[in-house]
């Protein structure tokens, strides 16, 4: 059974930077997509960004393009996502997901496996 590990959240400044980690276990990640995911307080969680099993085909949501940007290394069975220019609408719980296809998307209904989530606070 896949298992999935978030690391990396905290509280930063507007501006900040931030780089998550998504570590598996129990299966080798280079089978499955990959997706981070958010939920702010209040909110539906949100599609964020997509990683196909590869790394040749990523997604980002509108809201994060061109500030964040998505990896993984199979090699060391864990994913990434590098926040930059955070905001304060960035703050949320962001988790990662995977499903049992080699293709990535942003919608949540497709991932079978979930992380437990890491809190991303951004404030002053």
């Known amino acids: 059974q896949l298992k999935l590990v978030e690391s990396g959240g905290g509280l930063v400044q507007p501006g900040g930077s931030l780089r998550l980690s998504c570590a598996a276990s129990?299966?080798?990640?280079?089978?499955?997509?990959i997706g981070w995911f958010r939920q702010a307080p209040g909110k539906e969680r949100e599609g964020v960004s997509s990683i196909s099993a590869s790394g040749t085909f990523i997604e980002y949501a509108n809201s994060v393009n061109g500030r964040f940007n998505i990896s993984r290394d199979n090699t060391k069975n864990t994913a990434y996502l590098q926040m930059n220019s955070l905001k304060p609408e960035d703050t949320a719980v962001y988790y990662c997901?995977?499903?049992?296809?080699?293709?990535?998307?942003?919608?949540?209904?497709?991932?079978?496996?979930w992380g437990q989530g890491t809190q991303v606070t951004i404030s002053s």
């Open positions: 997901a995977a499903r049992g296809f080699r293709t990535a998307t942003l919608a949540e209904d497709l991932y079978e496996h």
């Open positions: 129990g299966s080798t990640l280079d089978l499955y997509g």
